[in-house]
């Protein structure tokens, strides 16, 4: 909702500004709405499957699980910085998804902090690390 909220808020303002005689300023006003709108959207992701089932995968499969929001830019840099090894992270849209937002909650004394990586250990357990650098992340997909 957020993203296509900027780009009306975008294209209305733009619109005006091609009214007055200034396409070019319009044409950039409009172009800094629209990237706005994706940076807030969750295209730059992988597709977000719901907690339940990227636990079910990463018990199946060994790969972490990254919890996000759409907007968070911690989560933007970590999912760039990443490239294209972003496609073999679990992501969960905390927004989209409440069990994931519950699963945030507990591992970060109640706060929805994101981005947050649950990664199987060594022994099998679930180790949660808040923030993780893509060093961490690329550690757990190499498990």
Same mark, same amino acid.
């Given at each position: 909702? *957020? !993203?296509?909220?900027?780009?009306?808020?975008?294209?209305? @303002?733009?619109?005006?500004? #091609? =009214?007055? &005689?200034? %396409? +070019?300023?319009?044409?950039?006003?409009?172009?800094?709405?629209?990237?706005?709108?994706?940076?807030?959207?969750? *295209? !730059?992701?992988?597709?977000?499957?719901?907690?339940?089932? @990227?636990?079910?995968?990463? #018990? =199946?499969? &060994?790969? %972490? +699980?990254?919890?996000?929001?759409?907007?968070?830019?911690?989560?933007?840099?970590?999912?760039?910085?990443?490239?294209?090894?972003?496609?073999?992270?679990?992501?969960?849209?905390?927004?989209?998804?409440?069990?994931? =937002?519950?699963?945030?909650?507990?591992?970060?004394?109640?706060?929805?902090?994101?981005?947050?990586m649950?990664?199987?250990?060594?022994?099998?357990?679930?180790?949660?690390?808040?923030?993780?650098s893509?060093?961490?992340?690329?550690?757990a997909? =190499?498990?």
């Open positions: 909702m *957020l !993203p296509l909220l900027f780009v009306l808020i975008g294209s209305v @303002a733009a619109a005006g500004l #091609a =009214a007055r &005689g200034g %396409p +070019v300023p319009a044409a950039v006003f409009l172009l800094m709405f629209v990237l706005l709108a994706l940076v807030n959207s969750p *295209l !730059p992701f992988p597709k977000s499957v719901g907690a339940a089932e @990227a636990r079910r995968r990463s #018990a =199946a499969d &060994g790969r %972490p +699980v990254v919890y996000w929001r759409p907007g968070c830019k911690y989560c933007l840099r970590l999912r760039l910085r990443l490239g294209r090894d972003a496609r073999l992270v679990h992501w969960v849209d905390i927004w989209r998804d409440p069990e994931g =937002a519950a699963a945030v909650r507990a591992v970060n004394d109640g706060n929805e902090t994101v981005p947050t649950l990664a199987p250990g060594p022994g099998g357990e679930q180790t949660a690390t808040t923030n993780p893509v060093a961490q992340v690329k550690s997909l =190499a498990l």
